[in-house]
């Protein structure tokens, strides 16, 4: 049992006795040796097995403990199957739906036996759902609109949870020796913020021993399907995975046609017609539909045989991609080598784990040269914000770490300014202004309407002493949209005042998103891409924020963290 099939165990616990009524108290503690022990490099069950006293890790208490040995030696615990049985997994879905949330979703289930998604939807649809005691009409109008929103990403998983996979996946693939060339392909491939489903391509002389090697793999539930040259599988976790055999001479066709987008495709295959090609997922053709000799082996042969240059993955969604392959202007995407700072991030000041000297060494091992420390502000009481005076203490110890290093790295002495419900900020102006770095968060009032947030917004733009927006819309992925706020209005502010706006790298914020990362562009905003790690391995992050950049076609000069510590500095306001 891997650590992460334990970590999705215990957090189902805690999402199933949230719905009980169970306390917070309890739930956290769950949670917290679920992201323990997903982020442990060493194997739970291997350590259980070797008979280690698990309540010396950190994070894990006698009570999980004790689950997890119950759980790895008998393949189950015991606690979870008891509310498995009162309450079924759907009713987790409910929870998620925007405006429902944990305590709506255990009375929609004990008062109207209220299950899945479609009862919901239907129970708002006949009215049902306003009979229930804080419920009303407006809640059931809420409710079905965010029904709507979610219906998108229903089934899918965020990329990074697709990335843990595909990363086991390749793992188990890479043992079997008949497997001369592997490749993920599909929405994966082209950093989607959402994956469906991962698609496995696989060059093999014979498909027939690649197909049974899959088949034993750990992660395996059931084989969905099987025929000569495609396989498709289920894991235990419910992820789909397609797999297809092809010859080597097809490798850079299948690879490209699998890549998709599929109205990447579309237009590679219409301009294909214009040049007398085929172009397939066997390769490419002529007009008397002969192999073009060689041009399916790459992808960069096949889009060389229709003038193009080699197009990144990120690139393929039908957007300007192939005029662009067309004249030589494919633009040098940023990368993670290309980020020299990391601008957001908490420390155990508030709802961190790691001290300021711990950040700041484990993100110049990581290459970076410098970083901000943004802890939340006071208004953030569940996090233990930061008033004025823990603040500037806080600044003083950067100053004593900074004067205390022998190198060039640079700690700035940021914050993360929450934006308070009436406007303004909640820390004051005088404060302010003594930071390197401020970044201004809205975390309050995100149900209010568009008007209002919008204001808030634009006003923590025009606060002099404020550099940067962070997550500018609040939304997270399959879980809750952005707040109603006019991006264009904040946008306009923001390059009227010389503001930044910020790339949340963490996997399920992703915000800002490519088209409004393309949209800030346009404006001439500067971007910061940042991980807002609350953890030392959440630097690592950066990779998700960088993906979705390229997705938006950024460029290292695009991204203002990419310069020099001095030269950043001299381009927010504070200069
Ligand atoms: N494809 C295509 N035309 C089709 C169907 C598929 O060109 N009619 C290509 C493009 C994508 C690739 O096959 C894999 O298909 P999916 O897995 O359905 O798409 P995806 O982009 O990977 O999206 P998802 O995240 O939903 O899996
Ligand atoms: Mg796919
Ligand atoms: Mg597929």
Redesign the pocket.
Known sequence: MTNNEIADQLNELADLLEIQGESMFKLRAYRKAAEAIEEMPASLEDRINAGEDLTKLDGIGKSVAEKCSELVTTGQMKKLEEVRQKIPRSVLDLARVPKVGPKKAAALFNELGIATLEQLRQGCQAGKVRELPGFAEKTEQAILAGLEKIADVADRMLWSQADEAAGELLKHMRSCPEIEQMELA?SYRRGQETVG?L?LLVVASSSGPVMDHFATWGQLESVTGRGPTKMSIRTRRGIQI?MRVVPAESFGAALQYFTGSKDHNVQVRSLAKKHGLKINEYGVFDAGDQPVPGAGATEEAVYRAIGLDWIPPELRQARHEIEWAATGKIPQLIDVADIRGDLHMHTSATDGKNTIGEMADAARQRGLQYIAITDHSKRVTMARGLDSSRLLEQWAEIDRINAAANDEFRILRGIECDILENGGMDLPDDILAQADWVIASLHYGQSQPRQQITDRIVGAVRNPHVDIIAHPTGRLIGRRPGYDVDLMAVFQAAAEHGKMLELNASPQRLDLDDSNLIAARSFGIPVVISTDAHHLSGLADIRFGILQARRAALTAADVANTRPVHEFLQLISRG
Do not use: I
């Open positions: 599909g489903d698609d397609d």
